[in-house]
Nanobody, 121 residues
């Protein structure tokens, strides 16, 4: 059973930065995705990365501001979030999958507990 643990969330002012981390043992062969869910909204894909790290995908709303990366030696995937906006406020989840399209949420069957990101002045 793959267990994912997110960290790095918090309160930040608009324009600020945060780096989220997703740690798990044994996820070298899994693609990893970051997803978020704001109150009253459906969970959406933010960014995903292939098992090797060679392929990445970003939601249009975060392109140019967020960067996903992974360090398989440390069993960790990162989401660097810059130029944060109030609309980025949500619970952020990392998830793992070995099947299907890179950022198709229904393909992800292992999920972390989530970390809250709040962007507010």
């Amino acid at each position: 059973q793959l267990q994912l643990v997110e960290s790095g969330g918090g309160l930040v002012q608009p324009g600020g930065s945060l780096r989220l981390s997703c740690a798990a043992s044994g996820f070298t062969y899994y693609k990893i995705g970051w997803f978020r869910q704001a109150p009253g909204k459906e969970r959406e894909a933010v960014s995903c990365i292939s098992s090797s790290g060679s392929i990445t995908n970003y939601a249009d709303s975060v392109k140019g501001r967020f960067t996903i990366s992974r360090d398989n030696a440390k069993n960790t995937v990162y989401l660097q979030m810059n130029s944060l906006k109030p609309e980025d406020t949500a619970v952020y989840y990392c998830a793992a999958s070995r099947i299907g399209g890179l950022c198709v949420i229904s393909n992800y069957n292992y999920w972390g507990q989530g970390t809250q990101v709040t962007v507010s002045s």
